[in-house]
């Protein structure tokens, strides 16, 4: 046998010995054993036939506070030029104050109890005076894109007004399961001529 021929053999007995460890490791790292496996493909197989999980899917939590603007909605009302500059502007800085699931203005979305800020506090909040918040306030809640209601919190004998944003534009929390109060608090908001266009509805 030539010395070439001699490499070659030795070269695929070396292969060979690769590939037998390789399938030990391999045989070595599996849990079950191939009847094992099998038996549970089977067993899945049966599961998935009458809409069953054999194992339920993992919730990860994660609580990080959370703002989703709703894009193509959003980019509906940029286009038809339905906000001003300083609204939009005023949106995004909300933004951070938008509590989870009530799409209400609060002081502290991480709190568990957060209390709804009026004009007066979002405005300090904001570091700016209420005579520029105000109006912006005014007209999101004619255009159907914020909300007032009654917080139940008085302010010296005056009547106290939380404020709300539609969910339409901007939501904290679940798309699929909107708050029923939201929903009755913005479905007069919703028939307006620009809103009812509208091309994502949640409700």
């Known amino acids: 046998m030539s010395k070439s021929e001699n490499n070659l053999s030795l070269g695929k007995m070396l292969d060979e010995a690769n590939k037998k460890a390789r399938l030990k490791d391999i045989q070595n790292e599996k849990i079950l054993s191939h009847e094992e496996m099998e038996f549970a493909n089977q067993l899945q197989a049966k599961a998935n036939a ?3 999980k054999l194992v339920p899917d993992r919730k990860i939590k994660n609580n990080t ?8 909605n959003f980019s509906y009302l940029r286009k038809e030029g339905y906000l001003t500059l300083a609204e939009k502007g005023f949106l995004v800085d909300i933004s951070e104050f938008v509590g989870f699931s009530s799409n209400c203005i609060v002081d502290d979305v991480k709190k568990k109890d957060p ?9 300090k909040a904001l570091g700016r005076g209420k005579n520029k918040i105000s109006p912006l306030v005014t007209s999101l809640v004619d255009k159907g ?3 007032r209601a009654e917080s139940g919190l008085d302010d010296n004998n005056v009547r106290s ?10 939501i904290s929390g679940s798309k699929d399961h909107v708050n029923e109060t939201l929903k009755t608090m913005f479905k007069k908001a919703m028939r307006k001529p620009v809103m009812k266009n509208l091309p994502i509805r949640l409700f």
Not at 115 to 123: C, R
Not at 161 to 170: C, E, K, R, S, V
């Open 161 to 170: 007004y939380a404020i709300y944003i539609n969910p339409h534009i901007m």
């Open 145 to 147: 894109i914020m909300a």
């Open 115 to 123: 209390i709804p800020l009026n004009q007066s506090d979002l405005a």
């Open 50 to 52: 009458k809409g069953m």
């Open 65 to 72: 506070p959370f703002v989703q603007i709703i894009q193509h």
